[in-house]
């Protein structure tokens, strides 16, 4: 862990500290290290080439951002898919930042839908902000192309929440949702199911894409409330 932790200070760039700080105004900048996004990739694709990461993931909490950004790098690596999930259901209770949360992406989910599925209900059911906002992301990555059902809508209209970076995700979901699935979706917003918040910024998200068309834009410019 010392070594690792050294390593991370040998790539600090104070600057983009200064920077990553504003983009996560909920973390200490005392806690953040500033090294780059690909710098990160990098040693974590290393270490899991090397088979040389478990004592680190199971090294929990960790004291800085970058430390958890690594994390969640080697984590999307991880090529067995039961591994993966076992050190994600670790990690997740110790998320704190929409940062960390949003870039934790395994690679190996892709070949795993059938299962994965009932990992992303348990999440969504979770009382942690950035494991909803996890199972929230996955489910829209993953299950709005050709494993969608419109069950998959009726999870996430379900989740109540006051969290901003759960109703956020909840928004960019169903603006998703609307660009690929727009038949199916727009019931829900016609029918106001989501909260005031959710359904405005919903809109607001979709009027912003390039996969809505110019119709579909105005339409929903009109179901604001």
Known sequence: MNTIREELFKLQDKKYRDFQAKLVPNIDINSLIGVRTFELRN???????ENNYSSFLNDLPHKYFDENQLHVFIISEIKNYDECINYINKFLPFVDNWATCDQMSPKVFKKHKDDLIKYIKKWIKS?????????????MQYYLDNEFKIEYLDLV????????????????FFA???????????????????DKWTHNKTIQKSIESYRITADEKEYLKGLKR
């Open 127 to 139: 009382k942690k902000t950035y494991t909803i906002r996890f199972g929230i992301g996955m489910l």
């Open 43 to 49: 040693l974590a694709k290393r270490m899991v080439k």
């Open 176 to 194: 998703t949702s609307l660009a690929k699935k727009y038949d199916e979706t727009i019931k829900i917003i016609e029918n106001n199911i989501l």
């Open 157 to 172: 209209c379900n989740i109540k929440s006051e969290e901003y970076y759960v109703n956020m995700m909840k928004a960019w």
